[in-house]
């Protein structure tokens, strides 16, 4: 399996233009979960999907952020308008159903950066 | 809110030192996990920790989670460069499917 997928690696970008992030999780995977990291945060959990279903979105910064998942193989996040403060990297993950369903598999995640 | 605090934050130490890194739980975990990220990588899991009072060995990697499923350590025994990166805990509780993840122990080797 090619592991999850996240594109594109690198954006640079403006401030107040729309950036959308893109992931593809491992095939067979139920649960997808978008991270952020930054060096003053560390590691926070914006939002996690179950079956494509939108479970936990409390950790989404504000409004300019939102996340979609219309299938099992496919997620985006988009932050509209992005702000310098947005730039961080953004990690996509997602976990197997069953016993082993806590364990995350990350991409190699999005450098933002908001100019 | 709950929360799984990591100590230290850095460790410097020479190569073929040992290296440790410990966390603490609020709350009583489901299991723990441990994840592994290069610098410029992405994390990546190395184990979970399920029973009280488990510990379980990788090469020099040992692993341990607490009686009280609360806490739980990593040690590195005689570090290599390899074993450069941060070291995150994670917490799980089944009741809201969240991990709960520590801040990172960042391990560095002096020069």
């Known amino acids: 399996d090619a592991g999850v997928i996240q594109s594109p690696r690198h954006e640079v970008t403006e401030m107040g233009q729309e950036v959308t992030l893109r992931c593809k999780p491992i095939s067979g995977h139920d649960y997808l979960f978008w991270y952020r990291q930054t060096m003053m945060r560390g590691l926070e959990l914006l939002i996690y999907?179950?079956?494509?279903?939108?479970?936990?979105d409390s950790g989404m910064p504000e409004d300019r952020f939102s996340a979609k998942m219309p299938n099992a193989s496919f997620s985006t996040l988009k932050i509209q308008p992005s702000e310098p403060r947005d730039s961080a990297v953004y990690f996509c993950?997602?976990?197997?159903?069953?016993?082993?369903?806590?364990?995350?598999?990350f991409g190699a995640g999005t450098r933002l950066s908001v100019l | 809110g709950q929360q799984v605090m990591q100590i230290p934050q850095y460790q410097h130490v020479q190569e073929g030192e040992d290296f440790t890194t410990y966390c603490n739980s609020s709350t009583t975990l489901s299991n723990i996990q441990w994840y592994k990220q290069r610098p410029g990588g992405h994390p990546v899991f190395l184990i979970q920790l399920v029973k009280s009072g488990e510990v379980k060995k990788q090469k020099r990697l040992t692993f341990q989670f607490g009686e009280a499923k609360k806490n739980s350590s990593l040690h590195i025994t005689a570090t290599q460069t390899t074993d450069v990166g941060t070291y995150f805990c994670a917490g799980f509780k089944v009741s809201n499917y969240q991990l709960i993840w520590g801040a990172g122990t960042k391990l560095i080797i002096k020069p």
């Open positions: 993950a997602s976990s197997l159903p069953g016993q082993a369903k806590n364990i995350q598999y």
């Open positions: 999907f179950n079956n494509n279903v939108p479970i936990d």
